[in-house]
């Protein structure tokens, strides 16, 4: 299980920061930096933190209930648009500088889920596997799964038949089925396969005689 090693070893007020949605087919890429004041929050809470994908949604939508009210967090987000733009890895780092410049005051350091680094307003440690390993970034996790899970489901109401609220954008049977049928939507990726493909224009044959 997560622990707090990584932050008890650093100066200052501590952010985990994690993403959310580099995968999908449709929708933003989300990131949260979370600042954790243990004597904030309970510590039968703080011992069921862990990894987003390690947990039931009612458990994360749970957890993520007690991290608004007790921490501090930040979000930030890159839109269909700017991922299209940068691709997906810079357009990650761009909601995660977003997500940390939102803190208010700003952290001491960040620990960050990945290999890579954003530019941020504070020093920044990248820690591979971070979400299962450290507290404030398996929080973070949570957070951002949970935010944009919620404006995935929002979508879903405007764009019925893709599955939005049960696939969050993610290419399952039913997303791939419903592009087939009726194309893809203003939120769809278009930088990313199988959209990519649906858009370009058939390859031409040329003619032989």
Not at 24 to 35: D, F, T
Not at 63 to 70: G, P, Q
Request: with cysteine.
């Amino acid at each position: 299980m997560p622990d707090f090693v990584l932050e008890d070893a650093l100066e200052g007020p501590v952010a985990g920061v994690d993403e959310a949605g580099r995968g999908p087919l449709a929708g933003p890429v989300l990131a949260a930096a979370v600042v954790i004041e243990r004597g904030c929050i309970p510590a039968d809470v703080l011992s069921r933190i862990d990894d987003s994908k390690r947990l039931a949604r009612t458990v994360r939508e749970e957890l993520c209930a007690v991290l608004v009210a007790a921490a501090r967090i930040g979000i930030g987000a890159a839109s269909v648009a700017e991922i299209d733009r940068l691709n997906i890895h810079f357009a990650t780092l761009l909601a995660m500088r977003r997500a940390l410049m939102a803190l208010r005051p700003a952290p001491g350091v960040a620990l960050v889920d990945g290999k890579f680094a954003p530019p941020a307003p504070c020093p920044v440690r990248t820690v591979v596997g971070g979400d299962g390993l450290c507290v404030s970034i398996a929080a973070a996790s949570i957070v951002a799964k949970v935010t944009r899970d919620r404006i995935m489901t929002r979508l879903a109401a405007r764009y019925p038949g893709f599955g939005f609220e049960r696939n969050a954008g993610y290419g399952t049977p039913e997303h791939l089925l419903a592009l087939e049928a009726y194309g893809p939507t203003p939120h769809h990726r278009r930088s990313f396969e199988p959209v990519l493909k649906m858009l370009s224009p058939p390859e031409s044959v040329p003619l032989t005689i």
